[in-house]
C-alpha cells in the first residue's frame, strides 16, 4: 500500500449547546447553576482549545450540534465564534446534523456568517470533501445530514469511498447494531461500516464515548459534556492520529467541565453521627481528588447494615446531612455539589434469621419476600395474584386521598413497579416501625 502524508483531526459531536443540565432533584445553589448553565458551551471552548492546542488539520462534528430544531442565539453565536477560531487557525471543519438539529428546522440560521472553511453536508445523499494540505489531498470526508428529526433510513449503505482516496472518513449520525436505550435513527450494521471501504467512522448519537470496532476503527464521540446523572465519568472528544501507512490511533480528551458522579458510601462498622460525617468527607474528597480539575454533581446513596439505619429514616436526617456537607463545599470551582442523598441502607438485624422467627415480625417478612419472588416467577398467574393485590393495596392512596396526590406523582405505578423496587422499601418501612414497636414492649 502507498505511503500517504501524516496527519491528525479531532472528532467530536453530541454538543448539545446552551442545552439544559436535566434530572436535578434539589434547589440548585445560584454558583452551582451558573456554571452548569454555561457548561455545553464551556465543553465546546475547550474542544475548540484541543484542537488548536494539538494543531489539528481539520475537525469532524457528528451532529445533534444543538439540543433542537430551533436553537438558541446564544448557542448558535457560540458554535460560530468556535468554527471562527479553528479558521483563522487554518484548521476547517466538517459538519453533519442529528436527530436534535435536522436540516428541516432553523439549526443554521442565516443571520450569522460561518466561516468559508466549513462544510456543512446535506442530506439528499452522502457527499465527500477532500481535505486539502498545501494544496495536496490527505483525507477526504464522506457526510450526510438529517432532513427530519426521525431519520429511519440506512444512511450508512450510502456511503462509498472513491479510488485513489488517500484516506476516508465516514462522519454520521447513526445507531449501529439497534444500541438499547437510544432512538434507532439512521439505523446501520457494523458490516454496513465495513462495506463503506471507509478506513475511519466518525459517528455520532450515542452520548457515551467509546469504539464500535477496530475494523475500520469506528468510534463514537460521545457528548462533552454529560447533563444528567445517566451521563457521568469523563466526557470529551477523540484526538486521531494516521500515520504514513493510513493506520488511525485515536486517543480520548477530556472537554468537560463539571461531572456527575455517583458515590456509595456504608455504614458498616459506624456507630455515630460524628462518624458518618467523616466517612461521608472523606469519600466525597476522594472522589474530588480523581475529578481531574473538574467541578462535580455528586449523587450519595448510603449502603450497607448497622445501627445508624435507625437515625437515617428519621424525617429531615438526609436533608440535614446534605445540607451540612454542601455548607463545607468550595466557595469556586473547583467543587463537589451533594446533589442528592437516598438511603439504601438495613437495620442492624439478621433479615433472614428474623424470616424465620414464628412471631408478627417473621410473618411480615414472609410475605414480603413472597412478594419479591412473584416479581421474578415465570408463573403468570403467581404474577397476577401478586400484581392484583398490591394494586389493590395503594388503590386508596390514589383514589381516595386527592389531597395527597402532589406527594405520590402524576400516576399510579403499574404492577411491575409495585413488584420491583417499591417491596425492598415497603420492607425496609415496615420492618423499622414492628421493631421500633418491639423496643418500646421491652
Given amino acids: 500500500m502507498p505511503s500517504i502524508e501524516p496527519f491528525r483531526f479531532l472528532h467530536t459531536g453530541d454538543l448539545h449547546l446552551d442545552s439544559p443540565f436535566g434530572g436535578l432533584t434539589a434547589e440548585v445553589p445560584a454558583d452551582v447553576r451558573e456554571l452548569l448553565r454555561g457548561s455545553s458551551t464551556a465543553a465546546w471552548r475547550n474542544v475548540v482549545a484541543t484542537a488548536l492546542d494539538e494543531q489539528v488539520d481539520f475537525v469532524v462534528i457528528a451532529g445533534d450540534v444543538f439540543e433542537g430544531r430551533s436553537p438558541t442565539l446564544l448557542g448558535q453565536t457560540r458554535f ?17 446534523h442529528g436527530n436534535h438539529d435536522p436540516m428541516d428546522g432553523r439549526s443554521w440560521a442565516p443571520s450569522l456568517d460561518f466561516p468559508a472553511s466549513t462544510t456543512r453536508f446535506g442530506t439528499r445523499r452522502a457527499e465527500s470533501v477532500p481535505v486539502l494540505r498545501d494544496g495536496r489531498e490527505i483525507a477526504r470526508v464522506y457526510g450526510q445530514s438529517y432532513r427530519h428529526p426521525a431519520v429511519s433510513e440506512n444512511l450508512a449503505a450510502g456511503f462509498r469511498r472513491k479510488a485513489n482516496v488517500p484516506f476516508a472518513i465516514g ?6 447494531g439497534d444500541v438499547p436505550g437510544h432512538g434507532n435513527y439512521a439505523p446501520c450494521s457494523i458490516e ?5 471501504g471507509m478506513d475511519y467512522w466518525a459517528l455520532g448519537h450515542i452520548h457515551k464515548p467509546g469504539r464500535v470496532t477496530d475494523a475500520p476503527l469506528a468510534i463514537y464521540c460521545g457528548i462533552p459534556q454529560g447533563r444528567d446523572p445517566g451521563e457521568t465519568g469523563p466526557r470529551g472528544a477523540w484526538l486521531v492520529e494516521v500515520d504514513a501507512a493510513a493506520r488511525p490511533t485515536a486517543r480520548f480528551v477530556a472537554c468537560d467541565v463539571v461531572r456527575w458522579q455517583h458515590l456509595a458510601a456504608s455504614i458498616d462498622g459506624l456507630e455515630t453521627d460524628e462518624d458518618l460525617l467523616r466517612a461521608l468527607r472523606e469519600g466525597l474528597g476522594g472522589v474530588a481528588a480523581e475529578a481531574d480539575g473538574r467541578s462535580l454533581v ?10 445508624l439505619h435507625g437515625s437515617l429514616r428519621r424525617t ?18 473547583p467543587w463537589a455539589w451533594l446533589e442528592s442523598v437516598s438511603d439504601a441502607t438495613q437495620p442492624a438485624v439478621d433479615i433472614a434469621a428474623r424470616r424465620g422467627a414464628p412471631d408478627f415480625v417473621g410473618d411480615f417478612l414472609r410475605v414480603a419476600a413472597a412478594a419479591r419472588r412473584a416479581s421474578r416467577t415465570t408463573d403468570p398467574q403467581e404474577h397476577e395474584r401478586w400484581s392484583a393485590a398490591l394494586t389493590e393495596a395503594i388503590g386508596p392512596l390514589f383514589d381516595e386521598a386527592p389531597r395527597g396526590r402532589k406527594y405520590l406523582g402524576a400516576a399510579r405505578p403499574g404492577a411491575d413497579e409495585l413488584l420491583g423496587a417499591l417491596i425492598d422499601e415497603a420492607e425496609l418501612l415496615g420492618l423499622d416501625l414492628l421493631l421500633a414497636a418491639e423496643e418500646e414492649r421491652s
Avoid: C, M, T
Avoid at 460560530?80 to 453533519?96: K, N, T
Avoid at 454496513?192 to 463503506?196: T, V, W, Y
Avoid at 438526609?318 to 469556586?332: F, K, M, T
Fill in 80 to 96: 460560530r465564534d468556535g468554527l471562527a477560531q479553528l479558521d483563522a487557525a487554518g484548521i476547517p471543519s466538517f459538519v453533519v
Fill in 171 to 176: 462522519l454520521l449520525h447513526a445507531n449501529v
Fill in 192 to 196: 454496513d461500516l465495513r462495506a463503506s
Fill in 298 to 307: 455528586v449523587r450519595l446513596r448510603l449502603e450497607g447494615r448497622g445501627p
Fill in 316 to 333: 429531615g436526617y438526609l436533608s440535614d446531612l446534605r445540607r451540612l456537607l454542601n455548607e463545607e463545599r468550595s466557595s469556586s470551582p
